[in-house]
């Protein structure tokens, strides 16, 4: 079974641009997390979309956002990029949203802002 | 808020030795979940073990084991016989039961090297 895809792998941006990431989860699973990591504040939960719907979201404004597909492949988009939204951007999946199932991470996007 | 404090910037053992991870955890809830989580440089994040905090018993996994510490809200990571595949940066993380979804609080990590 195919693991958690993310593309593109790299990205780099200017200041102000808008950026959308992909990622494509495990077949089967139906919820995908968000998740940014960055040298200084860490890992930072971004949100979760189960079911097409946002079940949960962390202390991001609200140039971030995110919507799920039908296939539960799940996009974030970042507008109005500024330096400090550059970061890895991981995402992962599990088979649902309540239960502790484990997460499976997709390899990341590297996300450069200029 | 639950945060998730992990001391140890940085670790190193030597080949086929033990080493101990810290990790502390702040919290209001007597339901929850932790977990270690491993990072190798290639960045794929790979789940090392999970403890349900209602149970007393320590999770083990092969040669990784936890020992979970409810009252002092500690929960170190032990890894016997090292191996060069185990360097990777470790992080901690919790996830709350009442909160449901799938978040995780995830401390600074640890990194940790492996000398042959």
């Known amino acids: 079974k195919a693991g958690v895809t993310q593309t593109p792998r790299y990205l780099i941006k200017t200041r102000g641009q808008q950026v959308t990431l992909s990622c494509s989860p495990i077949?089967?699973?139906?919820?995908v997390s968000w998740y940014q990591q960055t040298p200084g504040q860490g890992l930072q939960f971004l949100f979760e979309y189960f079911s097409e719907t946002q079940r949960n979201k962390g202390n991001f404004p609200g140039r971030f956002s995110g919507r799920q597909f039908s296939n539960s492949r799940s996009e974030m988009n970042v507008s109005t990029l500024e330096l400090g939204d550059s970061a890895l951007y991981l995402c992962?999946?599990?088979?649902?949203?309540?239960?502790?199932?484990?997460?499976?991470f997709g390899p990341g996007t590297r996300l450069t802002v200029l | 808020a639950q945060t998730v404090t992990q001391s140890q910037p940085e670790m190193s053992v030597q080949e086929a030795e033990t080493v101990t991870l810290s990790c502390t955890y702040d919290t209001s809830e007597s339901d929850y979940y932790l977990f270690w989580y491993k990072q190798p440089p290639s960045r794929q994040m790979i789940l090392v073990i999970r403890?349900?905090?209602?149970?007393?018993q320590n999770a083990t996994e092969n040669r990784f084991s936890v020992n979970f510490q409810k009252a002092a809200k500690s929960f170190s990571l032990k890894i016997s016989d090292s191996q060069l595949g185990d360097a990777a940066m470790y992080f901690c993380a919790y996830r709350s039961e009442s909160e449901g979804a799938q978040k995780l609080v995830f401390g600074q990590g640890t990194r940790l090297t492996i000398n042959p």
């Open positions: 403890q349900e905090a209602y149970k007393q």
């Open positions: 077949s089967g699973h139906r919820s």
């Open positions: 992962a999946s599990s088979l649902d949203s309540d239960e502790v199932n484990e997460q499976f």
